[in-house]
């Protein structure tokens, strides 16, 4: 363990889209320590006086630091949670990184109906929540797991298909893939250690209140 202090509250943020969002959220509260930032070198970054520490992980692995309990709470994806299926509270929906899971294939692949795609080969960072897509459609696909540029595959012959994020549709439309399903629909979320979530409640209970009250005027303004 990083700080053995039990009063100290770690949270871990993403690195990648939702960081800045996130950090922004947080710090609106006074929950920001001095070099925070999604490029520190430092590894654990702390604020004495507030008594939290901030560690910046890989999207798809802070689910387990949380589950773990080395970070007592995290903001994640819902997109990574559902891959990831950990055992964490998800306290809050925090509304905000709104994108969508999708499949998505070139343009000159394109067929009529799901079924015409079968057998064809997948790239994706979610394996598991493509898996469970096309179990539930009845359609058997060889899966490809990528951890990024998941829309080279295509372009490369590495696959014919991507399930991947589309937030804006940019990267879709500059790499002329059309979509063909939506899997799941995606925001920010705010999770908890389920032992932290009981030892250290206080805390977490008030930071949940105070993003919740900020997403509300948010939503009213
Ligand atoms: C995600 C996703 C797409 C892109 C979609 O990648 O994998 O590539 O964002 O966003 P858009 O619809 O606004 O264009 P990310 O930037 O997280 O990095 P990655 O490619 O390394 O996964």
């Given amino acids: 363990m990083t700080s053995p202090d039990k009063d100290m509250l770690t949270i871990a943020l993403p690195k990648g889209k ?25 590894l654990v970054i702390v604020n004495e006086t507030k008594k939290i520490q901030f560690i910046i992980t890989k999207p798809m692995d802070l689910p ?11 903001i994640i994806g819902k997109d990574v949670l559902l891959e990831e299926s950990k055992d964490v509270y998800e306290l809050l929906d925090m509304k905000f990184g709104l994108c969508r899971l999708m499949l998505a294939v070139p343009a000159a692949l394109r067929r009529e109906k799901l079924s ?13 929540v ?10 058997q696909m060889e899966i490809i797991k990528l951890n990024g540029s998941i829309e080279l595959a295509p ?49 977490i209970h008030q930071m949940v209140e105070e993003l919740r009250t900020l997403q509300e005027e948010e939503s009213q303004s």
């Fill in 18 to 42: 939702l960081f800045q969002p996130a950090a922004d959220r947080l710090a609106r509260f006074g929950y920001t320590a001095e070099g925070l930032s999604e490029n520190s070198r430092k």
């Fill in 155 to 203: 372009m490369v012959g590495l696959a014919e298909m991507i399930v991947d994020i589309v937030e804006t549709g940019r990267t879709l439309k500059e790499n002329h893939l059309l979509e063909v399903a939506h899997l799941h629909r995606a925001t920010a979320r705010f999770i908890a250690n389920r032992v932290s979530f009981k030892m250290k409640f206080e805390r």
């Fill in 64 to 74: 387990t630091y949380v589950e773990y309990g080395a970070a007592d709470i995290g």
């Fill in 130 to 139: 493509a898996e469970q897509f096309f179990l539930n459609n009845g359609i």
């Fill in 116 to 128: 015409d795609y079968a057998h064809l080969r997948v790239a994706t960072k979610y394996p598991r």
